[in-house]
């Protein structure tokens, strides 16, 4: 038997100053992306947004790159995945891009859970 879909998700956080820095790739049979995603703490909120695509199934896909800038300034707080749904994955965006940047932004939040509990710590 062979495969006819795969998918492979990572999802990396690194501390940096004043916030965290989220690396999140994908890799499907038909699409391949990742965003990389800046966020300062406490406030969680998006600082910055990147990303970069190797392999689109749409020209929305393609076209999404040009406005993740649109996420910058949203806060990691309730009604997140609407507001990104509204601003990166409606009819000029893309679904697979939005699940990227969602994806960063919950890592975020458990981020965020787990500074706080090594300051509680120390």
Not at 14 to 39: C, D, K, M, Q, Y
Not at 103 to 110: D, G, R, V
Request: hydrophobic share 40%; net charge neutral; glycine share 10%.
């Amino acid at each position: 038997m062979f495969p006819t879909f795969f998918r492979n998700k990572h999802v990396g956080t690194e501390n940096v100053a004043g916030g965290l820095r989220i690396r999140t790739t994908v890799e499907e049979t038909f699409f391949s992306a990742e965003v990389e995603v800046g966020v300062k703490l406490p406030s969680l909120e998006i600082a910055s947004v990147t990303g970069r695509m190797r392999r689109g199934i749409t020209a929305e896909c393609w076209g999404a790159l040009s406005i993740l800038h649109k996420v910058v300034g949203e806060r990691v707080s309730e009604g997140l995945t609407r507001r990104i749904d509204d601003l990166i994955g409606r009819a000029d965006g893309c679904t697979h891009m939005t699940n990227l940047v969602l994806e960063s932004c919950h890592a975020a939040a458990l981020g965020f859970r787990q500074v706080k509990m090594a300051e509680a710590e120390a």
